[in-house]
């Protein structure tokens, strides 16, 4: 079964970047559409963007500004995350998951174990 791996978090200063990667462990993701997440304790997991299994399509949350941009790489069966002008109440574990129908903004199939990304002010 195929694996998705979050890496790209980590502690950052407000007004700063991340591109956070989503790596699939086979070419299936090819296929998949794409997606990422957001989650602090105590809160549900919040829909932050999705892409098409080609990456020309992307959908991204109403409640999120402008600094999130969501990118595919069919050749390296990865997808992106980049954030930026990081803002403290970005902290959270992100999450990356495939097979949605696309543009989902809640089913997946796949999900990665989430990389933790903290913004200090």
């Known amino acids: 079964q195929m694996r998705l791996v979050e890496s790209g978090g980590g502690l950052v200063q407000a007004g700063g970047s991340l591109r956070l990667t989503c790596q699939a462990s086979d070419d299936s993701i090819r296929n998949l559409s794409g997606g990422w997440f957001r989650q602090t304790p105590g809160k549900e997991r919040e829909f932050i963007a999705a892409?098409?299994?080609?990456?020309?399509?992307?959908r991204y949350a109403d409640s999120l500004s402008g600094r999130f941009t969501i990118s595919k790489d069919l050749n390296k069966n990865a997808f992106y995350l980049q954030v930026n002008d990081l803002r403290p109440e970005d902290t959270a574990v992100y999450y990356c998951?495939?097979?949605?129908?696309?543009?989902?903004?809640?089913?997946?199939?796949?999900w990665g174990q989430g990389t933790q990304v903290t913004v200090s002010s």
């Open positions: 998951a495939a097979d949605g129908n696309y543009p989902s903004t809640h089913h997946y199939d796949y």
């Open positions: 892409v098409s299994w080609n990456g020309s399509g992307t």
